[in-house]
C-alpha cells in the first residue's frame, strides 16, 4: 500500500511523494515533465563594437512574446550577422549537461515536476572555484527549504536529515508559480489543488485491493438450528485441535457441517453461527456502489485539471484521427510551451546576469516545442497550389531536400521565379497540385 496521506492537510513533502503513490498523477504529471525536458536550449551573443548597439538587438527580441516571432527574429538577427550562436558557454553546461548526479534532461525533468506538485522548485547553485560563476545547477524538494530570505536574516537554510547548508540569496534560483492568496509566499501546484480527489481515488483503490483480502471479514456466514454438546453460542469457522485444551464451544453437528465444507473450500473461510440455517453474503458488488465510475470520474478530473489531453494518456474512448493529430499541438501549446518560458524569464533575471558580459548582452532560446501544422499549411498551399515551390511541397511530404527544385509549377512548366510568369502573360495556376511523381530530368526548365 501507498503512505498514508490525507487530502488537504497534507504536508509539502506528501505530495513530493504523491508521484510515487498515484498512478494518475505521475501519468499525467509525467507526461508534461518529459515534453519539457526534451526541449535543448540556445545561447546567441550580440556582437558589434557599439555596446548600445548590441543591446538594442537583445532588447528587440525580447519584445517577441510570440515564440514563433522571437525564434524568426533571432534567425534574422543572426543571418544579419547582429547575433552569433554561441556553442559553449556555462550557461549552456548548466542547462544541458546538469550536475555530477542528474543529467540535463532528468534535472529539467524534476523541475517541471516539483512546479506541478508544490508550485515551487529550488536550484542549490554550484559555482567555478576560479571565476565564480555557477558551473553547476542541483534542483532539491521544496520540502528542504526550511528558511526562505528575510530583511533580518537574508540567506536560505535547506536541511534534509542531518545535512544543512545555508546559502546566500545569489546561490539559489527560485522557481515559483506565485499563489495568488499569497504571491509573495510560498506556492501551491497542481497537486494540490486536486488534494480531495487524488485522496478519493487512492482510497477507492485500496478499498479494492483490501477486496481480495477479505479486510478481516468473511464473505459467507453459515447459520442454523444445530443441536450438540457444543452449548448454545456460536462458534469460529475452523476446529480447534485436540491438543489445544478443553473443547470446542460449537455444537458437535455444526462442528460436521463445518469440516465438511472446509474440504470443499480451501481459500476464503465461512463463518458458522447457531441459527436459522441461512447463506449470509458479505461480499462487495461493485457494480452497486459505481467503483468504476467513479475512478473513472476522478481520473477525468485529474486529467482535465492538468490540461493534458486524453489522448496522450491512452483514453480513447472519445478519440478519432483528428483529435489524436490535435493533441500534440494542444500539449505543446498550453503545457510545455507555458513552462519552458517560466523557465526562460527566471533564468534570464537570476542566472544569466552572474555571468560577466551576459548582461543585457545575449539571449537565452529554448527549441519550440509546438511544431508545424502540417494540415494547416497543406491546406494553405492546395489554395494555389503555384505560390510553393517543388521543394516546399517536398518538404511537406517528408521528403528529403534535391537539388534543382527550387522552382514553381505553373500549367505544366518549370519557372524558378513567379515574376517570370507574370511577364509571360500566362493565365492563373491550375486548381491542381503539381505533380511529384515526375523525375528531375523530366521537368521542363525554366525559359
Known sequence: MGREWSGARTRQADFEGAYADLPTLRVVLGRIADSVAMEPWYLHRATGDNRRRRRDVVAEVERQADI????????QLSKDGDLQPVTDHPMLRLLNDGNGWLTGHDSRRLTSLYLDLTGEVPWLLDRHARFDTPSQAFPVPPSWCRHRPTPSEPYYLFGHGAWQVKLAPRDV?????????????????????????????????????????????????????????????????????????????????????????????????????????KLHQLGHNFEQVQMSTLRKYLRDMVVNTAGVPPELIGILSNANRSTIDLANYIHA???????????????????????????????????????????????????????????????????????????????????????DVELQGLPPASDKAPRQDLPLRDLPQAA
Open 68 to 75: 514563433a516571432a522571437r525564434q524568426a527574429a533571432v534567425e
Open 173 to 277: 534560483v527560485w522557481f515559483c508559480m506565485p499563489d495568488p492568496s499569497q504571491p509573495y509566499g510560498r506556492s501551491s501546484g497542481i497537486a494540490q489543488a486536486l488534494a480531495d480527489e487524488l485522496e478519493a481515488d487512492e482510497l477507492a483503490a485500496q478499498f479494492i485491493a483490501r477486496h481480495f483480502y477479505n479486510s478481516g471479514r468473511p464473505d459467507v456466514v453459515v447459520t442454523g438450528d444445530f443441536q450438540g454438546d457444543g452449548g448454545a453460542r456460536g462458534g469460529r469457522a475452523a476446529v480447534r485441535p485436540k491438543d489445544a485444551g478443553g473443547g470446542s464451544s460449537m455444537p458437535a453437528d455444526l462442528q460436521r457441517l463445518e469440516r465438511k465444507w472446509l474440504q470443499k473450500a480451501r481459500r476464503k473461510l465461512p463463518f458458522f453461527a447457531r441459527g436459522e440455517i
Open 333 to 419: 501549446r498550453h503545457n510545455a510551451l507555458p513552462r519552458l518560458v517560466r523557465m526562460r524569464e527566471t533564468l534570464r533575471a537570476h542566472v544569466l546576469p552572474q555571468y560577466p558580459g551576459a548582461d543585457g548582452t545575449a539571449v537565452l532560446t529554448f527549441s519550440n516545442p509546438v511544431r508545424e501544422d502540417l494540415e494547416f499549411k497543406l491546406k494553405a498551399m492546395r489554395a494555389q497550389p503555384s505560390a510553393p515551390t517543388q521543394a516546399e511541397w517536398r518538404s511537406v511530404q517528408g521528403l528529403p531536400f534535391r537539388p534543382g527544385t527550387e522552382v514553381h509549377m505553373v500549367k505544366g512548366r518549370a519557372w524558378k521565379s513567379l515574376d
